[in-house]
T-cell receptor, first 112, second 116 residues
Framework: DAKTTQPPSMDCAEGRAANLPCNHS???????VYWYRQIHSQGPQYIIH???NNETNEMASLIITEDRKSSTLILPHATLRDTAVYYC?????????????FGKGTKLTVNP | GAVVSQHPSWVICKSGTSVKIECRSLDFQATTMFWYRQFPKQSLMLMAT?????????EQGVEKDKFLINHASLTLSTLTVTSAHPEDSSFYIC????????????FGPGTRLTVL
């Protein structure tokens, strides 16, 4: 079973920041938080991951609370092409056999 | 990131026939590939982990004799749905583990299977 809880859906206005929350209260000390997204009828796309420090890349920022029980994915300037289902996943980072367990994710709709 | 392709992108077949889906890692050698299945309006479910040169590891509830996986090279894994039935109609997606620490998985575009 997925170890994360996400709201089923969110809306965001184009050009505004999209803040997607994720609860992972049972996360263990050596588990990372990963974010993927899936645009309709496509394979998932890796976005970002982190352990305990906040992370930023060209796609998004990841804010992890100090107790690591929750995190927020931030898309700073959402576009219509960011409409997708966003999955928050916790897993161990290393190990080729470490699988990804997908929950139901959050369906983000970016409106014009 | 890694570039992963799947072929075919969609396939329609008759009930009782077998269908082979290919997953290729185009720009690096992948010792581990994963196969997922996604039914409409549901999340991805891992079916099996494919290891180059050895037998695949199947998730609980996935029939290994029905979903045959072959990972004969570092760039190709195949999934064969044998004796397909309408309930096997789904979106099949593969992924490859990238890098020595497998921090990321890169996914293929998926294959839509429809069994009539």
């Amino acid at each position: 079973d997925a170890k994360t809880t996400q709201p089923p859906s969110m809306d965001c206005a184009e050009g505004r920041a999209a803040n997607l929350p994720c609860n992972h209260s049972t996360i263990s000390g050596n588990e990372y938080v990963y974010w993927y997204r899936q645009i309709h009828s496509q394979g998932p796309q890796y976005i970002i991951h982190g352990l305990k420090n906040n992370e930023t890349n060209e796609m998004a920022s990841l804010i992890i609370t100090e107790d690591r029980k929750s995190s927020t994915l931030i898309l700073p300037h959402a576009t219509l092409r960011d409409t997708a289902v966003y999955y928050c996943i916790v897993r161990f980072s290393q190990g080729g056999s470490e699988k990804l367990v997908f929950g139901k994710g959050t369906k983000l709709t970016v409106n014009p | 990131g890694a570039v992963v392709s799947q072929h075919p992108s969609w396939v329609i077949c008759k009930s009782g026939t077998s269908v082979k889906i290919e997953c290729r890692s185009l720009d690096f050698q992948a010792t581990t590939m994963f196969w997922y299945r996604q039914f409409p309006k549901q999340s991805l479910m891992l079916m099996a982990t494919s290891n180059e040169g050895s037998k695949a590891t199947y998730e609980q509830g996935v029939e290994k004799d029905k979903f045959l996986i072959n990972h004969a090279s570092l760039t190709l894994s195949t999934l064969t749905v044998t004796s397909a039935h309408p309930e096997d109609s789904s979106f099949y997606i593969c992924s490859v583990a990238s890098g020595s620490s497998y921090n990321e998985q890169f996914f293929g575009p998926g294959t839509r299977l429809t069994v009539l």
